[in-house]
């Protein structure tokens, strides 16, 4: 299936990877989709934004009353966005344990299907969203099986990169890393969220280095955020609009 996705001139595509799973991309990813949600779109007539989601894997669902996979993290992500969609639209491929999803795929005796991934997010620009934000599941190099990784996809698809980085010992080496993987993919990542939710020792001498070390602004800080809507304020949007 090839669909002929609309020109929107102010149509960006970001894809929010991590350092490691479990590191905060859902609640960044919502964060900024709230943020966009409420800006307004340059050089057009349009006063906010419309901000589509796309969750294009997930592990670690629970069966709904209805027969049907729900994955949390997709659902989050579908409440924070202002545009009409479906659950399926949003997270194509689901798995109900939460474990690898090439594991989780291989027990299902279902491959995961790539061109699904691909065909879905092309279903979806073709909605003419002014953004559409994409978010990864587990780290850059999340495999799919087959040899092949989710990161092809943000590849195929020309996203821009967003890293979210687990503040927590080791992240110095884990975003530096992440960062050069992305880099060498051929793909722009066009900045990086500290994202410290546990308590870390040094936390601020560690965002002070990675500062240093990661050639791209520093995009938000999270800690105990009270709301989305208080995380969203705090996101820096001017490269990102």
Request: aromatic residues 8%.
């Amino acid at each position: 299936m090839n669909l002929k996705v609309p020109f929107i001139k102010s149509m960006k595509k970001y894809f929010i990877t991590a350092t490691d799973t479990d590191a905060g991309k859902t609640f960044f990813a919502c964060a900024l989709v709230t943020a966009l949600s409420k800006a307004s779109v340059k050089n057009t007539g349009f006063s906010t934004s419309k901000v589509c989601v796309y969750k294009p894997i997930s592990a670690g669902c629970t069966l709904s009353k209805t027969g049907h996979l729900v994955n949390e993290d997709a659902a989050l992500l579908l409440a924070a966005c202002n545009m009409e969609l479906s659950l399926s639209q949003v997270n194509p491929i689901a798995f109900e344990p939460a474990i690898a999803p090439h594991i989780a795929a291989q027990l299902a005796h279902q491959p995961i299907n790539f061109s699904l991934i691909k065909n879905t997010y092309d279903t979806l620009c073709a909605l003419a969203p002014h953004y559409m934000i994409t978010e990864g599941a587990g780290g850059w190099r999340l495999p799919l099986g087959n040899g092949k990784y989710l990161s092809e996809f943000a590849k195929e698809t020309e996203q821009e990169v967003i890293l979210v980085v687990n503040m927590k010992l080791g992240c110095l080496n884990h975003a530096v890393l992440t960062y050069q993987s992305i880099i060498n993919d051929g793909l722009v990542c066009v900045g990086w969220v500290a994202n410290a939710y546990k308590e870390m020792p040094y936390l601020c001498e560690n965002i002070a280095e990675l500062k240093l070390l990661l050639p791209i602004p520093l995009l938000a800080e999270f800690s105990h955020e009270a709301s989305i809507d208080k995380a969203a304020q705090k996101i820096t949007l001017k490269v990102l609009i």
